[in-house]
């Protein structure tokens, strides 16, 4: 098919992939720490740093993309739960 073109994802290599999402992973972790110990009694913080260590190491790169938006769905939460405190 000569005419064919490849999707986004295709066109950057593996490597580059993985970097991004161990990046992504970062700085997830870190906006997670940076709440503090308060954060540390709700069950989103155990649930979103499970997320962000086991479920993310243990996914195929195509799913991790989504383990990570998972985790910061939970990190927003935790955010508004904090400032409504």
Known sequence: MPNR???????????????????RRAELIARLQGLGAQAQAFPAYKR???????TFR????AQRLAVLQAAAWLIDILERLLQTM
């Not at 073109?5 to 991004?20: E, G, I, V, W």
């Not at 243990?58 to 790169?61: G, N, Y």
């Open 48 to 54: 979103a740093l499970k997320l962000l260590n086991d």
């Open 5 to 23: 073109t490849d999707p986004p994802n295709q066109t950057r290599s593996f490597r580059r992939r993985y970097d991004d999402l161990e990046n």
């Open 58 to 61: 243990k996914s195929k790169l």
